[in-house]
T-cell receptor
């Protein structure tokens, strides 16, 4: 079946603008995660959804970042008033369920560049 | 903060040699996973080892886990140029959390 998809693959925006990044998880996966990865670093956790609700949003850096998953499948990460420091690759991952067998399937990422 | 830390940061070997990467972590875990990432986009899950397991194999991959030392190693045998990638360990279970926490990764280059 299809893997995790993310759109757009690349996004260039200007400082102060609003952006939305979309993630389509694997069908049937109840858990969805957003990460941010800067060059030379590992993925940094942002937010985790179990179904429609944000089970853990402790990784969101500030209130400019928000994510939704209204129907428990597709998720959108929203960034308001973008700053140059927001430039990174934003990765989405899904897993069947939040269990001890927590294999995550990652999408290809969205490369966000804030000018 | 990143729970797992990989060592070395970079590794360069010739095709056919074995590559060993290590991961150390600070707090108790439920399980530890290794991922591979090519070209900075998308991670591919390689292997998961539970806290009550000591060793797992998958093809040319061998993972060990020593919970007393809070460390894991990933061994790739008979490496190929296609193994060139960054390798990350991810741990979860710290403080009861199921959020996988990634290290900074080991950059492996396999020369043909």
């Amino acid at each position: 079946g299809a893997g995790v998809s993310q759109t757009p693959s690349n996004k260039v925006t200007e400082k102060g603008k609003y952006v939305e990044l979309r993630c389509d998880p694997i069908s049937g996966h109840t858990a969805l995660y957003w990460y941010r990865q800067s060059l030379g670093q590992g993925p940094e956790f942002l937010i985790y959804f179990q179904g429609t609700g944000a089970a853990d949003d402790s990784g969101l850096p500030n209130d400019r970042f928000f994510a939704v998953r209204p129907e428990g499948s597709v998720s959108t990460l929203k960034i308001q008033r973008t700053e140059r420091g927001d430039s990174a690759v934003y990765l989405c991952a899904s897993s069947l369920y939040r269990t001890g067998q927590n294999e995550q399937f990652f999408g290809p990422g969205t490369r966000l560049t804030v000018l | 903060s990143q729970q797992g830390e990989e060592d070395p940061q970079a590794l360069s070997i010739q095709e056919g040699e074995n590559a060993t990467m290590n991961c150390s972590y600070k707090t108790s875990i439920n399980n530890l996973q290794w991922y591979r990432q090519n070209s900075g986009r998308g991670l591919v899950h390689l292997i998961l080892i539970r806290s009550n397991e000591r060793e797992k194999h998958s093809g040319r991959l061998r993972v060990t886990l020593d919970t007393s030392k809070k460390s894991s190693s990933l061994l790739i045998t008979a490496s190929r140029a296609a193994d060139t990638a960054s390798y990350f360990c991810a741990t979860d279970g710290a403080g009861g959390s199921y959020i996988p926490t990634f290290g900074r990764g080991t950059s492996l280059i396999v020369h043909p």
